[in-house]
């Protein structure tokens, strides 16, 4: 999950610079990739009933659409807004795996 978040943050990136340099073909391509890595994202979640999952795909289709305002509109502040999301999302699931391993860890009793 987090070299998905990397891989998207990297085309915001380059996507904004684009922007600045009046290059729209390019930051189009940028963006088009930054939404492709967040739709992949979306679909990873079940379709089920439960909320966790319900909740992570819509938070990513709102990025997903958020995205191709940005790109519609040639609109860096969407895209900033989408970034910090990416960022806080890949933190989230950073924490996640970290506390999950820590839990592995400490539930193995190696004293006998």
């Known amino acids: 999950m987090r070299m998905l978040h990397q891989g998207a943050i990297k085309f915001m990136n380059l996507a904004d610079k684009c922007i600045e340099d009046h290059d729209l073909a390019e930051a189009n391509d940028h963006l088009i990739r930054s939404q492709d890595i967040i739709n992949e994202i979306?679909?990873?979640?079940?379709?089920?009933?439960?909320?966790?999952a319900q909740n992570l795909r819509g938070l990513y289709a709102y990025m997903y659409r958020r995205l191709i305002e940005?790109?519609?509109?040639?609109?860096t502040e969407k895209i900033s807004e989408v970034r910090e999301l990416v960022r806080e999302m890949s933190g989230a699931w950073d924490e996640a795996a970290n506390r999950s391993e820590s839990e592995r860890d400490g539930s193995i009793?190696?004293?006998g």
């Open 109 to 111: 009793d190696v004293t």
């Open 70 to 75: 940005a790109n519609v509109d040639k609109d």
């Open 42 to 52: 979306s679909l990873s979640f079940p379709e089920s009933d439960d909320e966790l």
